[in-house]
């Protein structure tokens, strides 16, 4: 039997997931192909697999761009089960919605849609989780992959919530798709930039390029927020999202937050999601964690910014010296 999963990853969180759940496939003698979308790559034709997975993160209420045309470039097939999971940094029921479209799309090719799987990650954009709330997460998903890798291996398909009104929601907020290559486009890097070049090597979409030690952000911005979220000195701001932007891999090895330390937004909605995932146990060896770059880089990182923001400081004070004399 072979499978494959079909990811869209920008900052790692449904990267580690979808990972975690092909390794329970191979476990349960599933040869299992893995692709990490970026942008221009080929894909395989997912006729010639048994079972099938596309893995993204909610934008939005919705499925990012890159998946949607994905979806739209498969060839057509006749009745081929297709899974989907999907990863997002709260636990509301509006995050039914992110299937709408993509399940319209294969439907229309002759596609079934088997299923879809919700994980909870802590959030790339709008505000930090705490570390504890990330290793609580990561522990309920690996409570639960083992269990909704062999639903998935075992060919179960379960009803997927949706109904017209979470269609015309996931509908209007699609313009976040739209809009994302125009506000993309006003990304910068400030003075802590130090040329390194990472956010231009690890954007999916291939849309920065660094030009003079800078990077040049273009027009196919997808949102994934991996520049801004990686960048080691904190240097990238979103243009009108930037009161948003969240900098620095988390801890998922740490200790997991308790009942009392849940952060206070959609608190009874995580609590449920925990209540539930941690029905199953947890497995000895877990999941593995994450592969993130939390320890060395982002200490690293804020090293680099504090010898920028020193750097900074001294060439403030120079000017001002300089402007001293002259007067």
Same mark, same amino acid.
């Given at each position: 039997?072979?499978?494959?999963?079909?990811?869209?990853?920008? +900052?790692?969180?449904?990267?580690? %997931?979808?990972?975690?759940? !092909?390794?329970?496939?191979?476990?349960?003698?599933?040869?299992?192909?893995?692709?990490?979308?970026?942008?221009?790559?080929? +894909?395989?034709?997912?006729?010639?697999?048994?079972?099938? !997975?596309?893995?993204? #993160?909610? =934008?939005? $209420?919705?499925?990012?761009?890159?998946?949607?045309?994905?979806?739209?470039?498969?060839?057509?097939?006749?009745? +081929?089960?297709?899974? $989907?999971?999907?990863?997002?940094? /709260?636990?509301?029921?509006?995050?039914d919605?992110? @299937?709408?479209?993509?399940?319209?799309?294969?439907?229309?090719?002759?596609?079934?849609?088997?299923?879809?799987?919700?994980?909870v990650?802590?959030?790339?954009?709008?505000?930090?989780?705490?570390?504890?709330?990330?290793?609580?997460?990561?522990?309920?998903?690996?409570?639960?992959? #083992?269990?909704?890798?062999?639903?998935?291996? /075992?060919?179960?398909? +379960?009803?997927?919530?949706?109904?017209?009104?979470?269609?015309?929601?996931?509908?209007?907020?699609? &313009?976040?798709?739209?809009?994302?290559? =125009?506000?993309?486009?006003?990304?910068?890097?400030?003075?802590?930039? %130090?040329?390194?070049?990472k956010?231009?090597? &690890?954007?999916?979409?291939?849309?920065?390029?660094? *030009?003079?030690?800078? #990077?040049? $952000?273009?027009?196919?911005?997808?949102?994934?927020?991996?520049?801004?979220?990686? @960048?080691?000195?904190?240097?990238? =701001?979103?243009g009108?999202?930037?009161?948003?932007?969240?900098?620095?891999?988390?801890?998922?090895?740490?200790?997991?937050?308790?009942?009392?330390?849940?952060?206070?937004?959609?608190?009874?909605?995580?609590?449920?999601?925990?209540?539930?995932?941690?029905?199953?146990?947890?497995?000895?060896?877990?999941?593995?964690?994450?592969a993130?770059?939390?320890?060395?880089?982002? *200490?690293?990182?804020?090293?680099?910014?504090?010898e920028?923001?020193?750097?900074?400081?001294?060439?403030?004070?120079?000017?001002?010296?300089?402007?001293?004399?002259?007067?």
């Amino acid at each position: 039997m072979r499978g494959v999963f079909y990811v869209f990853s920008g +900052t790692g969180n449904t990267e580690a %997931v979808c990972r975690a759940l !092909a390794a329970e496939w191979e476990k349960r003698g599933i040869q299992t192909d893995y692709v990490r979308l970026k942008s221009g790559q080929e +894909t395989p034709d997912p006729r010639g697999y048994d079972r099938v !997975a596309v893995g993204y #993160p909610v =934008h939005a $209420f919705n499925a990012p761009a890159p998946v949607l045309q994905l979806l739209k470039s498969w060839p057509r097939a006749q009745g +081929t089960a297709v899974y $989907f999971v999907k990863t997002s940094g /709260e636990p509301v029921r509006l995050n039914d919605c992110s @299937c709408a479209k993509p399940a319209a799309i294969l439907q229309k090719r002759g596609y079934k849609v088997a299923g879809e799987y919700h994980y909870v990650m802590p959030y790339n954009i709008i505000f930090r989780h705490s570390d504890g709330m990330a290793a609580r997460m990561w522990q309920a998903a690996a409570r639960r992959i #083992p269990h909704d890798a062999r639903a998935m291996a /075992e060919g179960t398909f +379960t009803p997927w919530p949706h109904g017209p009104f979470k269609r015309a929601f996931s509908f209007l907020l699609r &313009i976040e798709q739209a809009a994302m290559p =125009h506000i993309g486009r006003h990304f910068r890097a400030d003075e802590r930039c %130090v040329g390194c070049g990472k956010c231009a090597r &690890i954007c999916p979409q291939g849309n920065i390029r660094m *030009e003079n030690g800078k #990077p040049v $952000f273009g027009k196919s911005c997808a949102g994934c927020m991996a520049c801004a979220f990686y @960048c080691p000195t904190d240097a990238v =701001h979103l243009g009108v999202l930037n009161g948003w932007r969240v900098n620095g891999a988390y801890a998922f090895g740490g200790e997991p937050a308790t009942d009392e330390e849940i952060c206070r937004y959609c608190n009874k909605a995580y609590r449920r999601y925990f209540a539930a995932a941690e029905a199953y146990p947890l497995p000895e060896a877990g999941a593995g964690l994450p592969a993130n770059e939390k320890g060395e880089a982002r *200490e690293a990182g804020q090293s680099a910014a504090r010898e920028a923001d020193a750097g900074n400081a001294n060439a403030r004070e120079d000017a001002a010296q300089s402007a001293q004399l002259r007067a």
